[in-house]
């Protein structure tokens, strides 16, 4: 669908990075667990074939591996490339009149479950760092935990 860029352009070794302001906490085997507990078992695999519902069975058995390997990725600095890759399928919205219009086609991407799940680790550590420092504001009130959408009403009125 998308074509190939193979021209990518190498960082800069010259960067520098701002002083942290404060440490980014190991994740632990809790995240791991809780961000499978929260995978659709029946979503589509990504581009290795590993269904959703394999992590979710078998999660005793993978979080003890999957711990060392997310602690190794950081420790490292290195995201192995194939956790990056993902396959893009082009699907019919339901209910087009026309389907010759490239509007009535959506692009969804297809990634590895390994991916989703340290993906949902970091946001959730994230969240509780954003939480723990207050960087967000008083009147953020979207996917904070104790929080909901409509307490915005509550603050405007």
């Given at each position: ?100 219009n490239p ?16 993906s949902a ?37």
């Amino acid at each position: 669908f998308f074509s190939q860029d193979e021209t990518q352009t190498p960082s800069p070794m010259d960067h520098s990075y701002p002083e942290l302001a404060f440490p980014f906490r190991s994740i632990t085997n809790a995240q791991i667990y809780r961000a499978i507990e929260r995978l659709h078992g029946l979503k589509a695999p990504g581009n290795n074939g590993i269904p959703n519902i394999v992590y979710k069975n078998c999660a005793s058995i993978l979080v003890p591996f999957l711990g060392p390997i997310f602690h190794t990725t950081f420790s490292l600095g290195i995201y192995p490339q194939d956790w990056k890759d993902s396959q893009t399928l082009v699907l019919q919205k339901l209910g087009k009149l026309d389907y010759s219009n490239p509007n009535a086609y959506r692009p969804t991407a297809l990634l590895r479950t390994i991916t989703k799940i340290l993906s949902a680790c970091i946001a959730s550590e994230l969240m509780q760092l954003a939480e723990l420092h207050h960087l967000l504001p008083d009147t953020h009130f979207g996917c904070r935990a104790g929080q909901k959408t409509t307490d915005s009403l509550h603050y405007v009125t």
